[in-house]
């Protein structure tokens, strides 16, 4: 299985060199999504702000194609009128 | 590969931290028989709902308990370092209600269940040590519910690393502020119940802040005192200090 690496843009810049194996980009980037999502909700829980230009760059060992996610592709904020 | 009786004696030592034993009770642990096998990382050793006959001695390597969702999603439940019998408690709940498997390379002596019981019912004093030795696991378990329930993912991953160290420490496997450590970010990821990369982002913070440092296989602790207070580390729980053997403590059992 491919090997793929995450590395985390936002207050604190990360680099993955340890990665972790999918069967497929599709799922790799499930799993990214899931874990912008669960980063995100910490940092409101915690500071009680998300930046939606923070963001998760996915990388496969097997090509040089990357996959941005800013953390606001993935979350829905709904304004008052329309909850 | 060392002998059965070699193997046995890091058991013999975990439970000596604890247990008061005389020498033929000491000498009945030494004597329990055992197969050993060996095991590949992230290679299961047994699954949930198993039925098993034998305990499992950790030799060498890395072992965790571990639960599993119907996805196959996965929260590791207790870390296994060499000298843990990680399911002495098998011997008497023989239907595995939790998975193990290997988390690094892994040697493991597989102790028939009747063996252990024929020790206990021969030697009172191990018998208490067995039952100490279960409920000091249950007692770790319970401290790690409090600690993924209850705290940020740096004080998860403090609190990990200090409880790893300080049992590394005691099992004579290296000093609490520097010993081996070979798990993976998805491992952690298991074991804290975050994502991996949060995992990274939360180990690359603690290295920042000069917490730890990971790399070559181990990680090491600068400023222990500065790490324990990040995680609410307090090794109480753990309960490294010997009680006297049943007999010794209720003369009127004699």
Redo the contacts between chains.
Sequence with gaps: MPRYYFDLYNDRNTVDQEGEVFPDLATALDHARTAVRKLGAEAVSTRGQLVLDHRLIVRSEETDEQHIIHFGDVIRIVPHDDA | MDSAEAMMARFLARLSLRSELDPADQQAILGLPGLAERYAANQDIIMPGEHVTRATLVVSGIVARFDQREDGQRQLTAIHIAGDMCDLHSTVLPVASWGIAALTETVVLRVPHVEIFRVAGEHRAVAAAFWRDTTVDAGIFAKWVANIGRK??RARLAHLLCELGTRMELAGLGPRTAFPFAM???QLADALG?????V??TI??LK?DGLIEIGGGRVMIPDWAALAREGEFDPAYLQASRHPSPDRAFPELT
Excluded: K
């Design positions: 940020d993912s993976t970010q998805a975050l994502t991996t990369v949060h990274n982002r690359q913070g920042a």
